[in-house]
């Protein structure tokens, strides 16, 4: 479903993905964790197409299409999502009414009929059920104000809404309380199906005992440098990058 | 928000050249003549209203070059053949739309100047209070009135002109330890039939006992595209321990123009809460004037204004902290679109008692075309020592991580950044305290908006 081939990248003509590759199948979770600065959210951001980050080498199919001359809403209509490390607010404009309008673009570029206001309301109060959103966060401006945690919450009921075929979780368990970060992994859980793909970026193992992932990669200096199950993280926590990374190097 | 304490900076000289000055054309003198010996009070004000005409007369109207206007050549829109409104009657469907304050809201409406008796409801107040038209308190005890204009500023032609025509507008009086639960709305209504160039000068004069509490909702309107001057000029007293919520929304035509003064004098742990948003108008100038005057005292003073087409927009506050220990806090934002020209000059001034004041100035702009212009001047002016003070002025376009968040949310660009705007000035909207009010602001902002339309069903 998404195929990265020595993706080159930077932004500001500073070059950060450094000959990137990376598969994901249908269904599958991948986990990328690696140090700061090592590009785990420019890889994000470069394939959710935000402005300013230029692809200079390699490529990346999503379901067979090249996607880095999309814009970032014809990607989220073709199916990719990403979950912000850092959510932006938006006072003044109601979280479901915002949402609704994200919907009915994704339902008409994709020619699907839009849905009304009160089958809206409707589906939007079973998503922040499932991933445990308060129905008062729902009336009010998107995040603004929002804990760091209820930012995140709200992320992953936007993903809940859209129905993305690819997620990608920039970060979503920092910030978030233990228990916080149980509902918000059990959200995603019941949102796993074979036809939904998920990257999952982290610094924490812990998420990935909620979320079990596929494969977990280690990124640094703008490559994945290992990858391997979910026994990676594990390892990784106990011997930290430097030991990892560097053995690979070596 | 950086705070910082600042250095004194010497006071410019009261510079006035009179080439910062013009004089009127001869139609204000025309109808000064007509319309003297037919204004409320007459007999017991004509020889006041002369003099302060001959006073307009002397000072003119400002240009650039004058200290308070700088950005702004008021005479450019002000010196022209206006003549008093007419009278009109007005049915209430045509009104409905710009009621606020809810149901038990009690309101005076004037249509073309003039109260509209059918359509205000001002009865059932608590006793004490006050709340009429100065065409009543003319008629009642127009020796209150004369008091009034006497204690007008004399170095201001605009002052001096509405002293001259004023014989309406609204007073009112909340006795001490009143808080009075029901809001109070101003209307002001601007029809056709007000002729193709009327000119009106209501006069506003508010005043709080101390621990008096109001909630007052001012609107000004233009009805069907009608054209006018309103020239207004208020003055307000907010008593110790006294709160006044001041929410103003301008729905003002091309054709249209504003210029509003308020003296605002605040008592020790006064709290004043003003909000304007600006929604129209060929010019449309706000001006406030506040004085903190004792210890603890509130000020907040929000605005939004957001010119389309040729509209120009001023606004000119100046906070004057006078004692030690209180708090003011101006934010302003601007949208600024098309060729349209906004100014924003707010100034800081904190006297030598004044320690321990905090005083904040914030003033963002959105400059969404090559063409608008917008010119921001923070200024500060301290002569204590021990202080917290701070101003900043932003002009800029959308933030991209903003844009990117939204479009990556499956919104079009066009879509993405009207939201954006939309957001921007509602920050401000937010503020109103009466939420009819709010609403109506922002289903009006929608339509200064590129793309607005689309976002109707945000409402
Ligand atoms: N706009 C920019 N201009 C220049 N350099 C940038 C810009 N944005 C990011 N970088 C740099 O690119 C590198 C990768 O940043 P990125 O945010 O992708 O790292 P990350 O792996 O997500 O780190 P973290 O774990 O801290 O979130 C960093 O060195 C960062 O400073
Ligand atoms: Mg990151």
Redesign the pocket.
């Known amino acids: 479903m998404l195929k990265i081939e020595n993706l080159k990248a ?3 003509g ?1 070059e ?1 993905l450094k000959g990137l590759n990376l598969q994901v199948k249908p269904g599958q979770v991948h986990a990328i964790m ?12 470069v394939l959710a197409g935000r402005d ?1 980050y230029e692809v200079s080498g390699g490529s990346v199919t999503f379901d067979g299409h090249d996607v880095t001359e999309m814009s970032p809403e014809e990607r989220a209509a073709a199916g990719i999502f990403l979950a912000m ?1 850092y959510p932006v607010e938006i006072p003044g404009v109601a979280n479901s009414y915002f949402l609704r309008q994200a919907l009915n673009a994704i339902k008409k570029a994709r020619g699907e009929p839009e849905v009304s206001a009160a089958a809206f309301m409707k589906l939007l109060r079973e998503k922040a059920a499932v991933v445990g959103v308060r129905e008062d966060l729902l009336k009010r401006d998107v995040n603004f104000g929002f804990s760091g945690g209820e930012k995140k919450r709200n992320e992953i009921l936007q993903l809940a809404v859209l129905e993305p075929k690819l997620a990608i979780l ?2 979503t368990d920092s910030g978030l309380d233990i228990d916080a970060l149980r509902t918000v992994a059990e959200g995603v859980n019941r949102l796993r199906s074979p036809e939904r793909s998920f990257i999952v ?1 982290t ?1 924490y193992q812990r998420l990935l005992d909620y979320i079990v992932p596929d494969v977990v990669h280690i ?1 640094a200096h ?1 490559q994945i440098q290992r990858s391997g199950g979910k026994e990676l993280a594990g390892e990784l926590e106990e011997k930290g990058y430097d030991a990892m990374i560097g053995a690979v190097a070596a | 928000m950086s705070a910082a304490t600042l250095p004194v900076s010497p006071r410019p000289p009261a510079a006035r050249r009179p080439q910062a000055f013009v004089e009127p054309i001869s139609s204000f003198a025309e109808a000064f003549l007509a319309q003297a010996g037919r204004l409320n009070g007459a007999t017991e004000l004509g020889d006041l209203r002369r003099r302060r005409f001959e006073r307009f007369k002397a000072l003119g109207f400002p240009n650039q070059r004058a200290e308070r206007w700088h950005y702004t050549n008021a005479a450019r829109f002000l010196n022209r053949p206006w003549h008093p409104a007419a009278a009109a009657e007005l049915g209430s469907a045509m009104v409905t739309p710009y009621l606020a304050g809810g149901s038990r809201a009690r309101r005076l409406i004037f249509v073309n100047g003039r109260p509209a008796a059918s359509l205000s409801h001002v009865q059932g107040l608590p006793p004490g209070v006050i709340f009429k038209s100065i065409g009543r308190v003319l008629a009642e005890e127009p020796a209150a009135f004369k008091a009034l204009l006497d204690q007008d500023r004399e170095d201001d032609g605009l002052t001096a002109l509405n002293a001259a025509f004023a014989d309406n507008g609204a007073w009112i009086d909340i006795p001490a330890g009143v808080k009075l639960e029901v809001p109070l709305q101003l209307l002001f209504l601007t029809t056709v039939e007000a002729g193709p160039t009327p000119m009106t000068h209501p006069r506003v004069r508010i005043k709080l006992g101390a621990g008096a509490e109001l909630r007052l909702i001012e609107t000004h309107v233009t009805l069907g595209q009608s054209k006018g001057l309103t020239n207004l000029v208020g003055t307000v007293e907010i008593g110790k321990g006294a709160s006044l919520t001041h929410d103003r929304l301008q729905l003002l035509s091309e054709g249209a123009c504003f210029v509003g003064q308020l003296a605002i004098d605040l008592e020790a742990e006064a709290k004043l809460k003003q909000t304007i948003a600006t929604l129209g108008g060929e010019f449309v100038r706000n001006e406030m004037d506040a004085r903190l005057k004792g210890n603890a005292i509130d000020c907040l003073l929000n605005g939004v204004y957001m010119p389309v087409g040729t509209e120009h927009v001023d606004t000119a506050i100046r906070v004057h902290h006078l004692a030690p220990g209180s708090h003011s806090n101006q934010f302003y934002k601007g949208v600024i679109n098309d060729r349209s020209h906004a100014v924003f000059q707010g100034k800081i001034f904190v006297e030598k008692p004044a320690q321990q004041t905090n005083a904040f100035q914030q003033n963002n702009n959105l400059l969404l075309s090559d063409d608008a212009e917008i010119d921001t001047k923070p200024e500060l002016e301290i002569y204590a020592d021990d202080v917290k003070c701070s101003h900043g002025a932003t002009v800029g376009d959308h933030d991209p991580m903003e844009l990117f968040y939204l479009r990556s949310r499956g919104l079009d660009r066009a879509t993405a950044e009207s939201m954006l705007t939309y957001a921007f000035a509602a920050e401000v909207f937010e503020r109103f305290s009466d939420v009819p009010l709010k609403l109506l602001a922002r289903r009006m902002a929608f339509e200064r908006l590129p793309g607005g339309s689309a976002l109707q069903g945000m409402l």
Do not use: C, M, R, W
């Open positions: 930077g932004v500001e500073k950060i690696g140090p700061n600065g090592s590009g785990k959210s420019t890889l994000a951001y300013g490390q920039d970060e970026i610094h990124q703008g």
